[in-house]
Every structure is written in C-alpha cells, then in structure tokens.
C-alpha cells in the first residue's frame, strides 16, 4: 500500500511539473500549440548531466559541459516560435548545443542540420537525441564557416549573439526564409527574426535575452 501511495505521490508531482513548466511558458509569451506541443514531448532532463536534471523544469539556464550553458526553455521556445517552422521545410541550426532544441525542432520538422563547434557538445548531443529515438545528426562543424554545411535552407536557428548581421547565412535561405538569432539592442540584446522579403530582409524584434556571442573555429574538447 506505501508503495502504490508513494507511485502515486510521484505520478502527481509530475504532472504538477509539467503544468508549471506549460504554464511558465505561457507566461513568457509562448502561443503557438504546435511548439507548446513539442516542448511537452521532449523532456529536457534528457539533455543534462545528472547533476543538474533537477533544474530541467527551473526557469533558468543551466551548466552543460565545456563551460557553456543551456538556454531557458521559455527562450528556446520563443527562438523556436519566431521560426514558423513548417513540416517539409528544411532547417539549419547553428549552436546546437546539448541538443535539446534540435530535439525539439525535430518534432516540428524532419530535416533538421545541425551545427556544433565544440566536439564533446556535438557527440553528446546525438546521444541525447538516440536516447529518445529522434535519428539527427550533430556535425562538429562551426555553421559560420563558409562551406560548412551545403544547400539553402527556409529556416535557420543561430542559438548566439551575432554582433553583425550573419549576411552569409542569409543568402542561404530560400525566398521567403526566416532567420531568427540574437543581436545587440540599445544596452543589451535581444532575439530578432530576420525573413528574406522581395524588398531585401525585414527585421522583427521577438524578447530580450541573454546570448554568449558567435565564436569562430573548432573547439575539440571532449
């Protein structure tokens, strides 16, 4: 009897999880069903060390290996949101990080190319994704490289601050493309949507943030 009263304690305290974590983006402005969605069926704990998969459902950002740090899930969201991603589209991401918003891209879309400059986050974040059946590949490549990665793309995702505007990347979308990254702002930074218009590129604001900046070469730390 205490352990089905213990199974059911823990059953309840997930779904309280999971509501706070729905409602937490919400609350920052997240309203596209399809993201919400997406972000309900990927657990985000999957992608951090078991130190820190207790702050998976934490409004915060979170220490992954190789000294850099996992975005909010409310900030994903919103970068991923701002994209108006479409199954049949094809997509770049460039950062990909521990891989947890190319998870969730991939439940959005199945041709997603990811980029990674640092080795360990690159194979690391194809474990991740393997562990919860998505077949993508991370290639340990930095996506700001010219020839990195081949092709046009109708989406593409810059998880960083680009204190220029990343123009070769934007000749690389297709007509009508979207670009979303971080960009300098006043003061601070914030996340924008850049989408390829007949007039040239037509910039939106989407949400402050807080971005490392674009780095160029390999990192091949482990």
Same mark, same amino acid.
């Given at each position: 009897?205490?352990?089905?009263?213990?199974?059911?304690?823990?059953?309840?305290?997930?779904?309280?999880?999971?509501?706070?974590?729905?409602?937490?983006?919400?609350?920052?402005?997240?309203?596209?069903?399809?993201?919400?969605? =997406?972000? @309900?069926? #990927?657990?985000?704990? /999957?992608?951090?060390? *078991? %130190? &820190?998969?207790?702050?998976?459902?934490?409004?915060?950002?979170?220490?992954?290996?190789?000294?850099?740090?996992?975005?909010?899930?409310?900030?994903?969201?919103?970068?991923?949101?701002?994209?108006?991603?479409?199954?049949?589209?094809?997509?770049?991401?460039?950062?990909?990080?521990?891989?947890?918003?190319?998870?969730?891209?991939?439940?959005?879309?199945?041709?997603?190319? =990811?980029? @990674?400059? #640092?080795?360990?986050? /690159?194979?690391?974040? *194809? %474990? &991740?994704?393997?562990?919860?059946?998505?077949?993508?590949?991370?290639?340990?490549?930095?996506?700001?490289?010219?020839?990195?990665?081949?092709?046009?793309?109708?989406?593409?995702?810059?998880?960083a601050r680009c204190d220029e505007r990343p123009d070769a990347l934007l000749d690389r979308l297709v007509p009508g493309g979207?670009?979303?990254?971080?960009?300098?702002?006043?003061?601070?930074?914030?996340?924008?949507?850049?989408?390829?218009?007949?007039?040239?590129w037509e910039e939106t604001p989407v949400c402050a943030c807080s971005l490392a900046p674009s780095r160029s070469g390999l990192?091949?730390?482990?």
């Amino acid at each position: 009897m205490a352990a089905g009263s213990a199974e059911t304690d823990a059953s309840e305290a997930d779904g309280e999880a999971k509501a706070a974590f729905h409602l937490a983006l919400r609350a920052h402005g997240v309203r596209d069903l399809a993201v919400l969605r =997406a972000m @309900e069926l #990927v657990p985000r704990s /999957a992608f951090l060390d *078991e %130190r &820190h998969a207790g702050l998976a459902a934490r409004d915060l950002p979170v220490p992954i290996p190789a000294g850099q740090t996992a975005s909010p899930a409310w900030l994903v969201a919103r970068m991923i949101e701002a994209l108006a991603v479409a199954p049949g589209q094809r997509m770049l991401q460039v950062g990909a990080g521990s891989g947890y918003a190319t998870a969730i891209l991939r439940q959005l879309c199945d041709d997603v190319v =990811a980029c @990674e400059r #640092v080795r360990g986050l /690159a194979e690391a974040a *194809e %474990r &991740h994704l393997a562990s919860l059946g998505l077949s993508a590949t991370v290639h340990w490549v930095n996506g700001f490289s010219a020839g990195a990665v081949e092709g046009s793309f109708d989406r593409i995702l810059i998880h960083a601050r680009c204190d220029e505007r990343p123009d070769a990347l934007l000749d690389r979308l297709v007509p009508g493309g979207v670009l979303v990254c971080a960009r300098p702002c006043g003061a601070g930074q914030g996340i924008v949507r850049i989408a390829a218009v007949p007039e040239g590129w037509e910039e939106t604001p989407v949400c402050a943030c807080s971005l490392a900046p674009s780095r160029s070469g390999l990192n091949g730390l482990r």
